[in-house]
């Protein structure tokens, strides 16, 4: 068979064509795990606002401008619920896609088992991640810190400069570790690895479809920006403002918006499943699977070429 390189489209129709097939077993998962995060996350910006009816939280904004709410036990919770909730749905939403890739039967059962089996090394892995983002996020912080009062005062006409490089060098150095990490969860999720194992396989993997994996990122970006300048645009600003408060309308709103982003965290995780099998695939490590047990899969199985280049 002819090699054939699969491009974001690729990738996103296969996709589509998967949790299509089986709308019902997604949509379950969906409704388990994302929407209630999404749904969590929306409702507690909105009590952060001025006019919420508990009147518990520090305002984001006021009449003259915006202000960050208070990190207090409230964010702490609605955190915590969404890192719960979120791990649990990467790992049944993968071990799903995976499987339905391959035609292997899709039940409900077997991705709850996924997400207790894959919740600690998924934990691990996260805080690997966040340790590593945090050390880099303090140390641009602290070069800033240091030299506002060092070279700000000798060089100033340079000093602008300077913090324009470091801040572009910062934004790189991050947008290079989230696609070198970017296969990480897949590869808890569907092999073995985790922690800085996880991250150096997923680094393996990646290599050499660096430009699907941007575009992919990008496309997601955003669909995610669009969708948090219409939640501020509709919502936030609109409530925040002293509309009519909380009724059917605005919670029929919340309620859209909390499923627009399950749907999107949905295909996004899937999407890096069908990615992950298809970085697999590049480097002949699906051979096995491909031929194994009985020379071919089930019917549902999403065509993959034997010598897919990716």
Not at 275 to 285: G, L, N, P, T
Request: aromatic share 16%; glycine share 4%.
């Amino acid at each position: 068979m002819s090699p054939d390189r699969p491009n974001l489209w690729r990738i996103l129709s296969d996709t589509s064509s998967l949790i299509n097939a089986h709308s019902l077993h997604f949509t379950a998962l969906l409704i388990l795990f994302l929407f209630p995060s999404s749904f969590a996350t929306v409702v507690y910006f909105l009590l952060s606002l001025p006019n919420n009816p508990l009147q518990t939280l520090q305002p984001i904004f006021s009449a003259a401008d915006y202000q960050i709410p208070a990190v207090g036990a409230s964010h702490l919770l609605v955190s915590l619920i969404s890192l719960i909730f979120t791990i649990c749905a990467t790992a049944s939403i993968s071990s799903s896609t995976f499987n339905a890739f391959y035609g292997q039967p899709v039940e409900l059962a077997t991705a709850l088992k996924s997400a207790l089996v894959k919740f600690l090394p998924l934990l691990a892995t996260t805080l690997v991640v966040q340790i590593v983002i945090g050390v880099i996020v303090f140390v641009f912080i602290g070069f800033l810190a240091i030299t506002s009062n060092g070279i700000a005062d000798s060089y100033n006409q340079y000093y602008l400069a300077i913090c324009i490089a470091v801040a572009l060098l910062f934004v790189a150095l991050l947008i290079y570790l989230q696609i070198e990490w970017s296969l990480s969860n897949a590869v808890v999720v569907l092999e073995s690895d985790w922690g800085f194992a996880a991250l150096k396989r997923s680094s393996y993997l990646v290599k050499g479809a660096w430009g699907v994996m941007f575009s992919f990122m990008l496309f997601f970006m955003i669909l995610a920006g669009v969708f948090v300048i219409c939640f501020f645009k509709y919502v936030m600003i609109e409530y925040g403002s002293g509309g009519d408060g909380w009724n059917c309308w605005l919670v029929w709103k919340i309620a859209a918006f909390a499923a627009f982003s399950s749907v999107l965290s949905l295909y996004s995780v899937a999407a890096l499943t069908v990615f992950f099998i298809y970085c697999k695939a590049s480097r002949h490590e699906l051979h096995f699977e491909i031929d194994a047990p009985n020379g071919k899969l089930g019917d549902d199985y999403a065509p993959l070429p034997y010598d897919v280049i990716v």
